[in-house]
């Protein structure tokens, strides 16, 4: 069984520029989140989707944006990138709630 | 408001000698608790699970965990530990119907030969 894909691995972009991440979770799974990994900050929620739904949200501005398909593939775009947006992004695949999430590899991105 | 604290930032151990992790949170009902390991450059694999019963827990590698209501707290542990085992560790919880993961800030494990 396929596991969590997130592609690319690692970008790199110039400020002021707009990124998608992709992330295809395990088949028959339906949940869909992002995280934002930081020295700093440590591991962020971004948002959950559901059944193509936004379901949860974190605290981030609205640079930050996602959406899923029918398929329970998900997209994370950021726009304006600024330098702080240089992270690791994890996707996070679940069958539903109240269940374990399995984590993708992950997208480093890199803000230049 | 939910969080997770790991106390220990870094901890190193000797090849086979006992290992033990804190994690406590702050949540006024029980949550779902997890620990998950991530190798450098790499995402978060799990280790293990609480939900409910058994409060003591075992999970993949020989790790084990054991929730505690009463400190708020689900430790983890293993008996022997193997340099495989360096990578760094985090505690995470998740409240019930909601599929927002609350994180630790991690404890990075060295192992000693």
């Known amino acids: 069984k396929a596991g969590v894909t997130q592609t690319p691995r690692y970008l790199i972009k110039t400020r002021g520029q707009q990124v998608t991440l992709s992330c295809s979770p395990i088949?028959?799974?339906?949940?869909v989140s992002w995280y934002q990994q930081t020295p700093g900050q440590g591991l962020q929620f971004l948002f959950e989707?559901?059944?193509?739904?936004?379901?949860n949200k974190g605290n981030f501005p609205g640079r930050f944006s996602g959406r899923q398909f029918s398929n329970s593939r998900s997209e994370m775009n950021v726009s304006t990138l600024e330098l702080g947006d240089s992270a690791l992004y994890l996707c996070?695949?679940?069958?539903?709630?109240?269940?374990?999430?399995?984590f993708g590899q992950g997208t480093r991105l890199t803000v230049v | 408001a939910q969080s997770v604290t790991q106390p220990d930032i870094h901890i190193t151990v000797s090849e086979g000698a006992s290992l033990e992790l804190r994690c406590n949170y702050s949540?006024?009902?029980?949550?779902?608790l997890f620990w998950y390991v991530q190798s450098p450059g790499q995402g978060l694999q799990l280790l293990l699970k609480?939900?409910?019963?058994?409060?003591l827990v075992q999970g993949i590698k020989g790790f084990e965990a054991e929730f505690k209501r009463s400190q708020s707290s689900f430790n983890l542990r293993k008996p022997s530990v193997h340099w495989s085992d360096a990578a760094e560790y985090f505690c995470?919880?998740?409240?019930?119907?909601?599929?927002?993961?609350?994180f630790g800030s991690g404890t990075k494990l060295n192992v000693k030969p």
């Open positions: 989707y559901f059944s193509e739904t936004q379901r």
């Open positions: 088949s028959g799974h339906r949940s």
């Open positions: 949540y006024g009902a029980t949550p779902y």
């Open positions: 609480y939900f409910s019963g058994d409060t």
């Open positions: 996070a695949s679940m069958t539903g709630v109240n269940t374990e999430a399995f």
């Open positions: 995470a919880v998740v409240l019930y119907n909601f599929n927002k993961f609350y």
